[in-house]
């Protein structure tokens, strides 16, 4: 079966400029979270989405937004980007977000801000 | 809150020797552990998983017991190969231990090179 989906697969965005990524779970899969990974901080959770809801946000400033729609697949958005937002952004998807279940990800989106 | 470390990279090793990867964690109850590989250019995938106490996860060589007594989940593997050149992941998921958070705490990450 398909894999996790993520595009695009490389972006290059302008400071202030503001983003959406995308990401299509393994069909069947209601769960989608999202990280961000990069060399100082390392593996940093953003959210979950289950059936179009957010139940988990992790530490991120307002500018860090997602949803889920209703088929599952999922967007994150970064508005008005910092530098400090070039990072590997990661989707995983699960059946319910339970880890009995597993999550699977994605080969992620590398965001590159100058 | 939850928490991962493991060791500090990089770790270089020759082909067929012997390998271990410690990381230890902070959580409340029994969560379950997991390792995870990212090769260079890919996500994250599933190395191997443990539940509860004393379970021993195991794939493609690579095994970890479950160490409730010393919070740790020790990654060995008898003879690595070059292909196992990756960046590996110990994470917790704290959802049995009834946790509701719905997600991973990775450690930072411990670069592998095997060198033939």
């Known amino acids: 079966k398909a894999g996790v989906t993520q595009t695009p697969r490389y972006l290059i965005k302008t400071r202030g400029q503001q983003v959406t990524l995308s990401c299509s779970p393994i069909s069947g899969h209601r769960s989608v979270s999202w990280y961000q990974q990069t060399p100082g901080q390392g593996l940093q959770f953003l959210f979950e989405?289950?059936?179009?809801?957010?139940?988990n946000k992790g530490n991120f400033p307002g500018r860090f937004s997602g949803r889920q729609f209703s088929n599952s697949r999922s967007e994150m958005n970064v508005s008005t980007l910092e530098l400090g937002d070039s990072a590997l952004y990661l989707c995983a998807s699960s059946l319910e977000g339970r880890d009995n279940y597993g999550y699977t990800f994605g080969s992620g989106t590398r965001l590159t801000v100058v | 809150g939850n928490s991962v470390t493991q060791m500090e990279g990089p770790v270089t090793l020759s082909e067929e020797a012997f390998l271990t990867i410690n990381c230890t964690y902070t959580?409340?109850?029994?969560?379950?552990l997991f390792w995870y590989v990212q090769y260079p250019g890919e996500g994250l995938q599933l190395l191997l998983k443990?539940?509860?106490?004393?379970d021993k996860g195991s794939n493609k060589g690579f095994e970890a017991t479950y160490r409730k007594e010393t919070t740790s989940f020790h990654l060995e593997k008898g003879s690595v190969q070059v292909s196992d050149s990756a960046v590996y992941f110990c994470?917790?998921?704290?959802?049995?231990?009834?946790?509701?958070?719905?997600?991973?705490?990775f450690g930072k990450g411990t670069l592998l090179t095997v060198n033939p």
């Open positions: 959580a409340t109850g029994y969560p379950s």
């Open positions: 989405y289950f059936s179009e809801t957010q139940r």
């Open positions: 994470a917790l998921s704290d959802y049995n231990s009834g946790g509701s958070n719905y997600k991973l705490t």
């Open positions: 443990a539940t509860k106490a004393d």
